[in-house]
């Protein structure tokens, strides 16, 4: 994340008076709607990493579950630090406090320290949630190597090689590391590169999903379980259509920005006036998109699973009994459906739940398709 700080220069001509006073129009409304999307980040969140502490019908205690708290996690920092001191930023900028003697190292070091913990809390989240694709291609392609490759001290590993990363990058200029040489890592290592393997990761979960249906479509032996298998496979495409839309509508406009700010637009100082305006107030509307993916992440990755929804709804409701949750809410979303699902018998269902161990549930036709195994 970097914000630009203008230096003290004399009034703009008149013919950019007006494209000024909009850009500073645009940090202040940046900064009013950033602190409203800090809190919906931190309540969404919190609610997340609330159902799964207090974990009322004992459904997450998968090793998955700790990438969905180290995602949630993440978003939460994010919220409640990176978000509050941009809008400060921003308003700052409005009010013009770099332009004020008495206020400007202190702006200027809060921009540096916001920019600082950015690259800690975003480049995790993003690291999470490539995690988190790697463990649904795994449950669908190698069923049976899942619980050997996704257990609690592998993920528990992966979380702190993360953290450690991301904490250590975020440090590099204080190692001596050229600022432009970290920006460089940024932008091709943690922003496209990791684009680039979510992209190919969605592609492969769904060409994986369907050789897992072509697998099992031989235990369909009725009209009626065929037909559930129809409406399984439409509802994982539009989840996984929706996850990579969610991704490429939040994230591409910062991407653009980040790889034109390194290869065209590096040296901003010796850009002319209006550019610098232009270039600014583009940074601005980008990072309000982007924010809006933390605060959206709970709604995405965890809320459309209906086992977090009644957890939820347990919870506020402070233990009372919820006649619309299920008697059981499976932790292992794996088995299949029933025979009165399905329309086979108990052996069929059993097998079919063997060779079914994905991480999407195959017995629950209202659940979304892409429910990972948490």
């Not at 990493?49 to 207090?54: D, M, Y």
């Not at 949630?72 to 009010?95: F, K």
């Not at 996984?240 to 100082?269: G, H, Q």
Request: hydrophobic letters at 45%; one cysteine or more.
């Amino acid at each position: 994340m970097n914000n630009t700080t203008h230096e003290q220069r004399p009034p703009p001509p008149p013919e950019l008076a007006s494209l000024e006073n909009t850009v500073d129009l645009a940090h202040l409304i940046s900064g009013i709607y950033i602190s409203i999307i800090a809190v919906l980040t931190i309540n969404g969140n919190g609610l997340l990493l609330l159902a799964i502490i207090k974990d009322p019908f004992k459904s997450f205690r998968t090793p998955t579950t700790l990438f969905v708290v180290g995602l949630a996690v993440a978003d939460v920092l994010t919220g409640a630090v990176v978000e509050p001191l941009t809008a400060y930023i921003y308003i700052g900028h409005y009010l013009k406090f770099h332009l004020n003697p008495d206020k400007r190292k202190a702006f200027i070091d809060c921009a540096y320290f916001t920019s600082q913990i950015s690259f800690v809390t975003m480049n995790a989240s993003f690291l999470i949630l490539l995690a988190l694709t790697f463990c649904q291609y795994v449950a669908i392609s190698f069923p049976h190597k899942h619980r050997s490759i996704v257990n609690h001290r592998n993920v528990m590993t992966a979380l702190i090689v993360i953290a450690i990363y991301s904490v250590l990058f975020s440090l590099l200029p204080e190692y001596n590391v050229p600022l432009r040489l970290k920006m460089e890592i940024d932008v091709l290592l943690n922003t496209n590169a990791i684009a680039l393997v979510l992209l190919l990761s969605y592609g492969l979960l769904y060409r994986a999903y369907h050789l897992h249906l072509s697998r099992v479509s031989s235990l369909d032996e009725n009209q009626a379980a065929r037909a559930l298998r129809r409406e399984q496979e439409r509802e994982f495409t539009v989840a996984n259509l929706l996850l990579v839309s969610f991704f490429l509508v939040f994230t591409l406009p910062s991407m653009i920005l980040w790889n034109l700010r390194l290869y065209k637009y590096y040296d901003t100082r010796s850009l002319p006036f209006d550019q610098q305006l232009r270039l600014s107030l583009a940074t601005a509307l980008a990072f309000d998109v982007l924010f809006m993916k933390f605060a959206l992440d709970p709604c995405i990755y965890a809320w459309r699973l209906s086992k977090y929804r009644h957890a939820i709804k347990k919870i506020i409701k402070c233990g009372q009994d919820v006649s619309e949750i299920d008697a059981s809410i499976p932790t292992n979303t794996t088995s299949l459906a029933s025979s009165r699902h399905a329309g086979v018998d108990r052996k069929k269902g059993q097998e079919r739940g063997r060779s079914g161990s994905t991480a999407f549930p195959l017995n629950l036709p209202h659940q979304s398709m892409a429910e990972p195994e948490f």
